[in-house]
């Protein structure tokens, strides 16, 4: 499992997410295959930002579990959809 922040918050989490090719994405992080999640955006939408951000859940965190798929492939997808935010 990879968690981490992007720059730009609730918008640049979601550019991020839509330029990956070979993710998929889910609210639920337990499978064989890389997924890709944004919380603020998904799961705890209904969550005041506050009370979000005080449990260190940012606008901007991605989580991504990562799958068998081969390991080259997923860093160049991570990497591309890097790029565009």
Do not use: C, W
Request: overall charge negative; glycine content about 8%; aromatic content about 4%.
């Amino acid at each position: 499992m990879m968690t981490f922040d992007v720059k730009g918050g609730l918008e640049a989490g979601k550019r991020f997410i839509n330029s990956l090719k070979l993710y998929t994405l889910a609210v639920s992080l337990g499978d064989t295959e890389t997924l890709v999640e944004q919380a603020a955006a998904m799961t705890h939408t209904m969550i005041p930002k506050e009370v979000r951000e005080a449990a260190g859940i940012t606008d901007g965190m991605i989580r991504m579990p990562v799958g068998l798929e081969d390991a080259e492939d997923i860093i160049a997808d991570l990497a591309q959809a890097l790029e565009q935010v």
